[in-house]
């Protein structure tokens, strides 16, 4: 495994798939599906490759093992269309504050999918 593979979230594979698929006029159903895609993309290579998620120290408790791999989120997807050129700063900043809103206005989570309503105490 190269260095760094463990931290890393956007692999070449992806990217191609963000720029082939990228339209400005994603719909947010498109753009979850999108998301979704790159997602389950990320995984395969992980599981492929035999990425393993890096070591860490619990800031609560203090207990040293391995994290927990991150996920692609949408709006993660809409800067790193970006970031990557594909899309024009304008565009990122309109997409990524229409995307709050959104999600806001339809309990959305970061991936898309409904927020739980179930709350622990």
């Not at 269309?81 to 806001?104: C, D, M, Q, T």
Request: charged share 25%; glycine share 8%; with cysteine.
């Amino acid at each position: 495994m190269p260095s760094g593979d463990a931290q890393r979230q956007w692999f070449p594979e992806m990217i191609e798939i963000l720029r082939q698929q990228w339209k400005p006029e994603l719909s947010w159903d498109e753009l979850t599906r999108l998301t979704a895609h790159l997602d389950a993309t990320l995984q395969q290579i992980r599981k492929d490759r035999n990425i393993i998620p890096p070591m860490c120290t619990c800031s609560k408790c203090g207990v040293y093992g391995r994290s927990r791999f991150g996920r692609i989120s949408i709006n993660a997807t809409i800067l790193a269309a970006g970031r990557f050129g594909i899309a024009s700063p304008s565009n990122v900043k309109e997409l990524s504050k229409g995307w709050k809103k959104y999600r806001k206005e339809h309990g959305l989570n970061h991936y898309g999918g409904k927020e739980s309503t179930t709350t622990t105490y």
